[in-house]
């Protein structure tokens, strides 16, 4: 699906706010793709709500501002009405007594920073609710009708989201580029790339953010690919996981980056697919993919930290002991969302690092604020550092110096909140401690 | 016929004045006056003249004549009950037929603007009052000819006052109470099925002594009597209050005395004196008897179902009505998700379509 | 007819017609809209969403331990007058006789005094819920119309049953009316309000707690 070498392309004019389309026919595809999310499951989850208020006190944002806007329900109102308009059981009785009031796109605008600026689709709220509504899971389907409307935020989550889908790579980076990238980091990082094997028994993917600004992680892969001596490849034609188009909420965009990969691991009749240390990645390639492609995958997908895990449980791995304490961020996609937290914690275990838990840390933890596409969004920068005193004072709790993480976007958060803040803690990649510290195997060659 | 006093009367009997001023006191207490309003009550009476009553009947079963006439022993308040003048009734006097319209039409005549008109039974309305006639007229007839000429009108009985047992659905003689009918003249309802008669003879005791009816509440019964429910005077209150209740007739509960408000007893909503008063001089009264209270002396009581539903029930749907309002909640609601379908189903092939036709290229 | 006539029967009739009949109305308008067949391997998978379904309904009960604090007061004062309803409801004589008359079923009531101590927190409970919704922030942005009209639905009958049990005032037949009138309000509202998460809790937990459990995440 990936255009080869395409010259990057503008951003679309509905991504941009500006005044092409008229009213009506932004609400009316908002409103259309509303509509298409209205299931069973999400109609249940709408009509449950008490107005109880409590997810509030579980969401960052909320806890941090006092502002009652940040209240997890109150972000999907406009959702909620569409719904009682179009598609609830009372939907006639309600239009007939004009108790269902169209939504307006001054409505859809109001509601653009809550549904994207303060959610990081962390999941926090879902885990309060008295009655079980998944509410994380309507403001990724809510982001849809946004998006529709042209009403993601265009500076830069709505810039990228575009490219991503133009050209299959939120930086737009072509295949040729990345392949030029890998076989360079091969040789910076003195290890051996496999790239664009024809057959491979596993292929790891790689976050865009990680390709900008960690591209030792990919030297990191390799080496512990290497070393756990699996067949394995990279595919230029499916290597970007980041997937920005769904947390911008386009369902194009979104299946175009999966088919992609999917071909790919397909395509070399891949065992296992490896999502990067990444968050919302793995939630769409895990959880989603087969539902996007409308197949089932005939491939194990594993988050990084769940593959390393299982390859220390088998021996295929082996690392040294690091006499170090530290602490872990769970990446809220794959630790709560995804109940992969003992994956991390067995690595750090093998590792023999003291690991201190953070108080609220685990399946519970607070969100970074940097998920969901909130750090793509520019002015979301001062919410998103009111929302990163929570993960200091969690942090500054454990009394370590260090923290590691299994996540670019929580690694990209941590460091810049970092230094924003002067914190003197270092933070770490899971994945890149593993590959400093693997420990020699004699293999036995066939 | 001679026109002796009141006073005299009872003295020919041998009734002592002191017996009259004690019968005036226990008047004065059952109509809630104050105890000087004995004395009064006793002079005016010893002066009384007798009282004619005219009384006539609608669609009645005669249960308010049996009780007021009935007693066991002469007492001093049947003996005033003998002294009015009751010249007409028709199934205690003599007199049939022609003879009997005759003294009807001859003592309203006689006694015209003073004469007190009681009536037991309900009113027929219905096709001119048909359904009910004495003598080839309508009792509707006879009611409207004679209660223009009345001082007063008694209205005996559940019947006579609310329209009663005819008036149970459907009714189908149209029956209706007095007051619907008559509203120029004062009237006193004296409901129950039948009533207390010691309530009837304290309304004649107070018009004999005071030339007026007693203080009526706004269903113009009279309040001494009647302005209270049967629950608050009820012997068996403290079993109420404990929430001690009969769950059957015969079970523990029911031959301890405890309260019959499970069974039905409507005593709460229903005002009377039979938990005071009682029946037959004081001796008992349905709930002593262990039969909850049947609500007889309130409008419509036939008709507010069960006697047997306790009044924290009432008449909720039976489970053949609960499943055809599930059936028909299911329609609705299978209704509105078609319809949502249809719509869905139609976005989701749109979007489709455009994914196919428009895959590679922009917008 | 008059106003307890009127109460105990078309009122009561029609008002348990409309509560069945309208939550079988939007159950069923909500289960019948088309359901998407999840293709992804479940880590947790066979009969595992269904024990994630019921067992979420039990465990949602209790919030995680990192919320108690803050979720102390309003969790304390839901759970004060949700419970002290159904003590009301079904400790309550003149209910145990409803519910009797109505299916056969029967139990010892609690003592009158207990009830009344039980209705009188309950009804402070619900005021001071009330006069909450109405101050604190995110309560106050939430609610709507749905919102109060459910609280003040659902006060009525507890007070008017307070006055009722206590014949405090006017006659028995037009406290016990209006009563019975409440709680017909409160049934007729029910099926189209928020107070039909009578229903949806067990149906929102179990959703949630059947995906959390195919993903093997946190429930």
């Known amino acids: 699906m990936s255009a080869p070498d395409a010259t990057p392309k503008r951003a679309s004019h509905r991504l941009a706010e500006t005044a092409h389309q008229n009213d009506s026919a932004r609400v009316k595809a908002g409103m259309r793709a509303f509509i298409s999310d209205f299931g069973p499951t999400a109609a249940i989850f709408m009509e449950a709500c008490v107005h109880c208020g409590q997810c509030a006190e579980a969401c960052q944002f909320y806890v941090e501002t006092g502002d009652p806007r940040y209240t997890p329900i109150h972000k999907i109102e406009p959702f909620k009405q569409a719904y009682e308009r179009e598609a609830g059981p009372f939907a006639l009785l309600f239009r007939a007594l004009g108790l269902a009031p169209r939504v307006t796109l001054e409505e859809l605008n109001q509601w653009q920073d809550l549904l994207y600026d303060s959610c990081n689709m962390c999941g926090r709220c879902s885990l309060i609710c008295p009655m079980g509504i998944d509410i994380a899971d309507l403001v990724e389907k809510a982001r849809h009708g946004m998006f529709e409307a042209g009403l993601v935020p265009p500076d830069y989550l709505g810039a990228i989201a575009e490219k991503e889908r133009s050209t299959g790579s939120p930086f737009e980076i072509t295949q040729e580029h990345f392949r030029q990238t890998l076989l360079e980091i091969g040789k910076k990082y003195g290890v051996e790339m496999h790239v664009d094997e024809e057959k491979a028994d596993v292929v790891p993917t790689v976050s865009s953010i990680d390709i900008k600004m960690f591209p030792a992680s990919m030297a990191a892969m390799a080496r512990v690919l290497n070393h756990i001596g699996v067949s394995w490849s990279f595919r230029t034609d499916g290597f970007d996981a980041d997937n920005v188009s769904l947390v911008a909420g386009d369902r194009k965009g979104q299946r175009a980056v999966t088919e992609a990969i ?99 840390g685990g399946d519970m933890n607070w969100c970074c604020g940097g998920g969901g596409g909130v750090a793509l969004i520019g002015r979301a920068q001062a919410l998103r550092d009111k929302a990163f005193q929570i993960k200091m004072r969690q942090v500054e709790a454990t009394g370590a110096d260090t923290v590691y993480v299994s996540c670019s976007g929580c690694r990209q958060t941590l460091e810049h909140g970092g230094k924003k803040f002067q914190w003197n803690k270092t933070v770490g990649s899971l994945l890149e401690l593993v590959s400093d510290n693997l420990a020699t195997i004699e293999r036995v060659l066939p | 016929m001679p ?39 006793a002079e005016n009476l010893a002066k009384a003249r007798r009282q004619s009553v005219i009384w006539i009947s609608g669609q009645e079963c005669t249960g ?110 149209g029956a209706a109470g007095i007051e619907d009918v008559i509203g120029d003249k004062p009237i006193v309802n004296i409901p129950g099925c039948p009533p207390i008669p010691e309530v009837l003879t304290g309304v004649l005791v107070n018009f004999l002594s005071f030339g007026r009816l007693p203080d009526l509440d706004e269903q113009k019964r009279p309040l001494a009597y009647f302005g209270t429910t049967i629950h608050d005077q009820c ?42 008063l009682k029946w037959n001089g004081g001796t008992s009264f349905p709930i002593q008897s262990g039969h909850g209270c049947l609500g007889c002396a309130e409008p419509d009581f036939w008709d507010k179902g069960s006697f047997y539903t306790s009044l924290a029930g009432g008449q909720g749907p039976g489970w053949k009505d609960i499943a055809i309002a599930s059936g028909a909640g299911l329609a609705a609601g299978t209704a509105a998700a078609i319809a949502a379908r249809r719509s869905r189903s139609a976005i989701d092939q749109s979007i489709e379509h455009e994914r196919k036709t428009k895959s590679g290229t922009e917008t | 007819m008059t106003l307890l006539d009127f109460a105990r029967g078309p009122a009561l009739y029609w008002s348990v017609l409309i509560l069945i009949g309208g939550l079988v109305w939007r159950l069923s308008g909500v289960l019948f809209l088309p359901f998407q067949r999840n293709l992804a391997t479940p880590r947790g998978g066979g009969i595992e969403p269904v024990y994630g379904a019921i067992s979420t309904i039990f465990s949602r009960m209790l919030p995680h331990r990192e919320f108690w604090h803050r979720t102390a007061v309003g969790g304390m004062l839901g759970y004060a007058f949700h419970i002290g309803l159904l003590v009301i409801v079904v400790g309550g004589a003149a209910h145990v006789a409803v519910i009797k008359s109505a299916t056969g079923l029967s139990w010892t009531p609690l003592p009158k005094g207990i009830i009344a101590l039980v209705s009188g927190m309950t009804f402070t409970v619900l005021i001071i819920v009330l006069i909450r919704r109405l101050m604190h922030p995110v309560l106050r942005l939430l609610s709507n119309f749905d919102d109060y009209a459910s609280l003040v639905l659902t006060i009525f009958p507890v007070l008017t049953g307070i006055l009722l049990a206590g014949e405090t005032f006017g006659s028995f037949g037009l406290l016990l009316a209006i009563h019975i009138l409440s709680v017909t309000a409160l049934m007729i509202w029910l099926p189209f309000g928020k107070l039909a998460h009578t229903v949806f809790v067990f149906f929102g937990r179990g959703a949630l707690g059947a995906n959390f459990a195919r993903k093997g995440a946190a429930k």
């Open chain 1, 262 to 360: 999917v071909a790919a691991a397909i395509h070399c009749k891949a065992k296992t697919l490896i999502m990067p240390e990444c968050g919302h990645s793995y939630t769409e390639m895990r959880w989603e993919a087969a539902n996007s492609v409308g197949k089932r995958l005939p491939f194990r997908v594993l988050h990084i930290s769940e593959y390393l895990a299982e390859c220390i449980s088998d021996g295929s791995l082996k690392v040294n002991r690091v006499s170090q304490s530290c602490t872990f961020n769970d990446p809220c996609q794959i630790s709560r969302r995804s109940g992969a937290s003992a994956a991390p914690r067995a690595v750090l275990s093998a590792l023999g690092a003291d690991l201190r838990e953070m108080p609220d």
């Open chain 2, 3 to 41: 026109e002796r006093m009141l006073g005299e009367e009872l003295a020919l009997h041998k009734i002592s004045r002191r017996k009259l001023l004690k019968f005036a006191t226990a008047m004065a207490a059952s109509l809630a006056l104050h105890p000087s309003m004995a004395a009064a009550i």
């Open chain 2, 64 to 173: 308010c004549l049996e009780t007021i006439t009935r007693s066991a022993s002469p007492t001093l308040e049947s003996l005033i009950f003998d002294f009015i003048s009751l010249d007409y009734q028709s199934v205690l006097m003599a007199a049939a037929g022609e003879a009997a319209d005759r003294t009807l039409r001859e003592a309203a005549a006689a006694n015209k603007g003073n004469y007190l008109l009681a009536i037991d039974g309900s009113l027929s309305i219905k096709d001119g009052g048909v359904y009910s006639m004495t003598g080839g007229r309508s009792d509707l007839q006879i009611l409207r000819e004679f209660a223009g000429n009345a001082k007063a009108i008694l209205a005996i009985g559940t019947c006579a006052a609310y329209g009663g047992i005819p008036k149970a659905a459907p009714n189908p003689t």
């Open chain 2, 235 to 276: 012997y068996r209150r403290p079993f109420y209050d404990q929430g001690k209740f009969a769950k059957s007739f015969d079970d523990e509960g029911a031959r301890q005395g405890w309260c019959l408000f499970e069974l039905g007893c409507k005593g709460p909503i229903t005002q009377n004196a039979c938990a005071s």
